[in-house]
T-cell receptor
Framework: SQTIHQWPATLVQPVGSPLSLECTVEGTSNPNLYWYRQAAGRGLQLLFYSVGIGQISSEVPQNLSASRPQDRQFILSSKKLLLSDSGFYLCAWSVGTRGEAFFGQGTRLTVV | AQSVSQHNHHVILSEAASLELGCNYS??????LFWYVQYPGQHLQLLLKYFSGDPLVKGIKGFEAEFIKSKFSFNLRKPSVQWSDTAEYFC????????????FGQGTELSVKP
């Protein structure tokens, strides 16, 4: 069966420090991969979407970037964190074009 | 741009009350529709989905949703809520011509009083 791993679960980082959140999927090939940010009252905001290795669609201009070095690995990064980058980040995967996505446990990022 | 609106941000009900959560989207073509639920402290889970066919779809835990194409709506319903239904509910839409891209609404927090 398919599983998704996202780590770390919580992270506290100082302003100006770099960020790297990792997400890996097991049990499927060529998944679509997503990074979302969840904020209270604002739902899930799609940050990045990838249909294959090296193919990244950025949905919202911001201080973050994403990379997909391997088929089932999706990394969310920042060179210098801002206070406004604090939030709950979710990785998800799907297959095909219907959008039925499955989510990881999420990472709570606090920038101090 | 494609968008999804959930009209109720916070709904408070007593046990056994009926529930209806609204969801509207702004895309005129073929869509795939979803409701997800996030129970306190847990990850997002798929509650139900609509791809095609019968516009009334049934999901887990007695939930159902109705796709009304003319209204661009996909409202979630449950005849009788339980305390354990306390959670945040998210509507999501995949536009048929955008691959697997999935756009979410703002979410509705449901609190059920025992």
């Amino acid at each position: 069966s398919q599983t998704i791993h996202q780590w770390p679960a919580t992270l506290v980082q100082p302003v100006g420090s770099p960020l790297s959140l990792e997400c890996t999927v097991e049990g499927t090939s060529n998944p679509n991969l997503y990074w979302y940010r969840q904020a209270a009252g604002r739902g899930l905001q799609l940050l990045f979407y990838s249909v294959g290795i090296g193919q990244i669609s950025s949905e919202v201009p911001q201080n973050l970037s994403a990379s997909r070095p391997q088929d089932r690995q999706f990394i969310l990064s920042s060179k210098k964190l801002l206070l406004s980058d604090s939030g709950f980040y979710l990785c998800a995967w799907s297959v095909g074009t219907r959008g039925e996505a499955f989510f990881g446990q999420g990472t709570r990022l606090t920038v101090v | 741009a494609q968008s999804v609106s959930q009209h109720n941000h916070h709904v408070i009900l007593s046990e056994a009350a009926s529930l209806e959560l609204g969801c509207n989207y702004s895309y005129g073509g073929t869509v795939n529709l979803f409701w997800y639920v996030q129970y306190p402290g847990q990850h997002l889970q798929l509650l139900l989905k609509y791809f095609s066919g019968d516009p009334l779809v049934k999901g887990i835990k007695g939930f159902e949703a109705e796709f009304i194409k003319s209204k661009f709506s996909f409202n979630l319903r449950k005849p009788s809520v339980q305390w354990s239904d306390t959670a945040e509910y998210f509507c999501a839409v995949n536009a048929g011509n955008q691959g697997g891209k999935l756009i979410f609404g703002q979410g509705t927090e449901l609190s059920v009083k025992p």
